[in-house]
């Protein structure tokens, strides 16, 4: 059984920073594509960022040259580091692997972006 277990998240002021790790167990790590996804109040889950298995990346529109991606697959980790943080940045941020067929999902962080 596969589990993603997210960290990191938090209160911080607009312009601030954070970094979020998900640490995934129970698979193969590296042969999965993970990605990060967010779901603001009243809004639709929407992709953040997403890193395949051989390390392409994707960005979302409003966070490119502010977030980055990135994988240890010695560790079985991903992580989002978010710079210039934006109160429209606030939502829960879920981790998602992706193995085909199957999607698996963290329960989530909750980031908080102050003005």
């Known amino acids: 059984q596969v589990q993603l277990v997210e960290s990191g998240g938090g209160l911080v002021q607009a312009g601030g920073s954070l970094r979020l790790s998900c640490a995934a167990s129970g698979t193969i790590f590296s042969l999965h594509t993970m990605a990060w996804y967010r779901q603001a109040p009243g809004k639709q889950r929407e992709l953040v960022a997403r890193?395949?298995?051989?390390?392409?990346?994707i960005y979302a529109d409003s966070v490119k040259g502010r977030f980055t991606i990135s994988r240890d697959n010695a560790k079985s980790t991903v992580y989002l580091q978010m710079n210039s943080l934006k109160p429209e940045d606030t939502a829960v941020y879920y981790c998602?692997?992706?193995?085909?067929?199957?999607?698996?999902w963290g329960q989530g962080t909750q980031v908080n972006v102050s003005s």
């Open positions: 998602n692997s992706f193995y085909s067929p199957v999607n698996y």
């Open positions: 890193i395949t298995n051989g390390g392409s990346t």
